[in-house]
């Protein structure tokens, strides 16, 4: 039993079908253009051939799930659209600020200030903070550039034959999307704080950082695959898997201590967990830098 997609018309010559409610979820700050809304299915029932079953069914007698396709689980087929998604996401946030960037660039390259210094023209972009963060994020966005570019070259392969990458591909995937986003988002955010007003106008790109919190939570929230690999992590530690830093070891010994002391109650070791949150998003950090450094070939 579960749940699964299925076909239906929502209206009738312009009427809802009875039992199906919508709701409008309102404006957003950005991405308008991606309609977002709440349907609620009361009491309603449909035939069996409204069933999208190309690859997996629903079994007539049992209820159960049939595969129609041999040897191809159903989250296998999710996870070929959740992984190209992923790479999609990391794709467009490092976009959003590479665009981002230029445009603030070419603004503070042209914008004259003044200077005590100089009676030559000084500009924006002279401003030491200003040409730190240019050149910070020249480095940060070309290495995870690569990155990405490294998981969709090894993963579209895959999507051609229709296979399911391995669990070492998977992982570097998710470690993509999560630092391309919270990369992007650290580095646009602060270079806001460096270029006054300009900020605020409506033409300088700023007004739609918001879609970066859109990229944060989608196609699998950054949160919950920091956890998933904080706690991948801790099991390889735990089985006596050898830590690739010193860090990560001393992050893994750390937590591993906390969730003794709860013992075997699952309540306990729930808590213990939630208590110690920041150590558990410090240890996923070192694991994501790890990752990168390996299929970067890094020393």
């Known amino acids: 039993k579960g749940p699964h997609a299925f076909l239906i018309d929502l209206r009738a010559r312009g009427d809802l079908t009875p039992g199906v409610t919508v709701y409008d979820m309102g404006r957003k700050t950005t991405g308008n253009d991606l309609d977002n809304a709440a349907i609620h299915f009361d009491n309603v029932r449909i035939p069996r051939e409204a069933l999208l079953d190309r690859h997996c069914s629903v079994d007539e007698t049992s209820g ?14 999710i996870g070929q659209r959740l992984y190209s998604g992923r790479v999609a996401v990391a794709q467009a946030a490092l976009s959003y600020a590479r665009e981002l960037f230029r445009v603030t660039r070419a603004y503070a390259d042209d914008k004259p200030i003044w200077s005590a210094a100089t009676a030559e023209p ?4 002279k401003i030491p903070q200003l040409q730190a963060l240019f050149t910070e ?6 290495r995870l550039e ?13 999507l051609h034959a229709g296979q399911p990458p391995d669990a070492q591909l998977a992982h570097a995937i998710a470690v993509a999307k999560v630092k391309a986003v919270e990369a992007a988002t650290d580095l646009c955010w602060r270079l806001k704080q460096e270029v006054g ?14 879609f970066l919190l859109c990229c944060k939570f989608a196609e699998g929230d950054s949160r919950i695959l920091m956890q998933k690999m904080a706690r991948d992590a801790l099991k390889v530690h735990a089985a006596g898997g050898h830590a690739s830093s010193a860090d990560e070891a001393s992050q893994c010994d750390k937590l591993a201590a906390a969730l003794r002391q709860a013992g075997k109650d699952k309540a306990a070791q729930a808590a213990a967990w939630d208590a ?3 150590l558990v ?7 994501i830098e790890r990752t990168m450094r390996e299929h970067l070939d890094e020393a």
């Open 64 to 77: 159960q799930y049939a595969l129609t396709t041999p040897g191809l689980a159903p989250f296998a087929m």
């Open 122 to 125: 000084s500009y924006l972009s």
């Open 137 to 142: 994020a020249d480095g940060s966005l070309e």
């Open 146 to 158: 690569r990155f990405v570019s490294r998981c969709e070259s090894e993963l579209t392969p895959l």
């Open 197 to 210: 007003s300009y900020a605020l106008m409506e033409d300088s790109g700023f007004a739609h950082l918001d």
């Open 276 to 278: 110690h949150h920041t």
């Open 281 to 287: 998003y410090e240890l996923a950090e070192s694991v």
